[in-house]
């Protein structure tokens, strides 16, 4: 099994929020909710953005600490209750979420990755 890297981890989320905010653009309230596939790929996307925050708390803590502006738990958080509640998925928390926190997510990772390189090249050393 290959040993991801914190880099790697925030392309994926880098990635999965860039896609998830790209399915609905230039989509309203009442497209999405009526659109079940596009509904599918934003909460698969999510998740991965959950999967990968809590890959970046476990196995670089000190990185996810050092900033707090990212909303890490509660990315993980909206992961856990997407795989664990499913049938309990609120679509309007969804969409919420697409128009406001990823975008904002977006912006913050973009100040990240320099601060990762040099993170792994002080865990290399």
Avoid: C
């Avoid at 596009?38 to 998740?47: D, F, S």
């Avoid at 990315?75 to 209750?81: D, L, Q, S, T």
């Avoid at 100040?111 to 040099?118: I, N, Q």
Wanted: hydrophobic content about 40%; charged content about 20%.
């Amino acid at each position: 099994m290959s040993k991801h890297r914190l880099s790697d981890y925030l392309t994926h989320l880098h990635q999965a929020a860039s896609d998830a905010s790209g399915f609905v653009t230039g989509m309203k309230l009442d497209e999405f909710l009526a659109d079940k596939r596009t509904q599918q790929a934003v909460i698969m996307n999510l998740i991965i953005i959950g999967e990968a925050a809590t890959r970046v708390m476990e196995g670089y803590g000190h990185f996810a600490a050092k900033h707090p502006e990212i909303a890490w738990s509660s990315m993980r958080g909206m992961r856990n209750r997407i795989a664990h509640g499913y049938f309990d998925i609120s679509v309007e928390v969804v969409w919420q979420t697409i128009q406001t926190a990823v975008p904002e997510l977006l912006e913050q990772l973009a100040a990240l990755h320099p601060d990762a390189d040099t993170e792994e090249r002080k865990s290399v050393t």
